[in-house]
Antibody, heavy 119, light 107 residues
Framework: QVQLQESGPGLVKPSGTLSLACVVSGDSISSNHWWNWIRQPPGKGLEWIGE???????NYNPSLKSRVTISLDQSKNQFSLKLSSVTAADTAIYYC??????????????WGKGTTVTV | DIQLTQSPSFLSASVGDRVTITCRASQGISSYLAWYQQKPGKVPNLLIY???TLQSGVPSRFSGSGSGTEFTLTISSLQPEDFATYYC?????????FGGGTKVEIK
């Protein structure tokens, strides 16, 4: 079955750059899906960060856009997140997720287990 | 941005109860709405997409309805494993947004 696995440092210094990767297994990153990043601060709700398509097309949350870069590496079947100039407010569980077509839209049907990042 | 307002934010119920959660959108989103269940320490799990379509493997006691700006998630007979937090999400326009969540606890 399709699995996503996040990896990266669990601790990032303030003003530094958070870098995470999400390895996809059981599916090709070149398939007709959007590959997403979502985060969840401790005890709070979900916030969408952004996504990338295999063509390289990206969509970002405007609230984070100036600090976010999402990229993909087809040779490794993975996609990545970089968030710059981090502060304590960026402390959260970071999830990667697949957004798959269902009818006329795409929905997040597979999620990684999440990785906790503390700033 | 499209704001999603869930109500109630907290719900106390008993096993066997019928539970309804509402999600209101700040503007029309057609049927581009999903519902997720998240248990403590676990990953969000897709329950319903396109407002009313049950994701494969999800028990039939879960159902969704609505379109435009008002949506509901109903659990027909609450089971012990259903105690969790539920989120709605709109996929009509960017940025994708989530509701604030509804925590369902045991009465």
């Amino acid at each position: 079955q399709v699995q996503l696995q996040e990896s990266g440092p669990g601790l990032v210094k303030p003003s530094g750059t958070l870098s995470l990767a999400c390895v996809v297994s059981g599916d090709s990153i070149s398939s007709n899906h959007w590959w997403n990043w979502i985060r969840q601060p401790p005890g709070k709700g979900l916030e969408w960060i952004g996504e990338i398509y295999h063509s390289g097309s990206t969509n970002y949350n405007p609230s984070l856009k100036s600090r976010v870069t999402i990229s993909l590496d087809q040779s490794k079947n993975q996609f990545s997140l970089k968030l710059s100039s981090v502060t304590a407010a960026d402390t959260a569980i970071y999830y990667c997720a697949r957004r798959a077509p269902r009818g006329s839209a795409y929905y997040m049907d597979v999620w990684g287990k999440g990785t906790t990042v503390t700033v | 941005d499209i704001q999603l307002t869930q109500s109630p934010s907290f719900l106390s119920a008993s096993v066997g109860d019928r539970v309804t959660i509402t999600c209101r959108a700040s503007q029309g989103i057609s049927s581009y709405l999903a519902w997720y269940q998240q248990k403590p320490g676990k990953v969000p799990n897709l329950l319903i997409y396109a407002a009313s379509t049950l994701q494969s493997g999800v028990p039939s006691r879960f159902s969704g309805s609505g379109s435009g700006t008002e949506f509901t998630l109903t659990i027909s007979s609450l089971q012990p494993e259903d105690f969790a937090t539920y989120y709605c999400q709109q996929l009509s326009s960017y940025p994708l947004t989530f509701g604030g969540g509804t925590k369902v606890e045991i009465k």
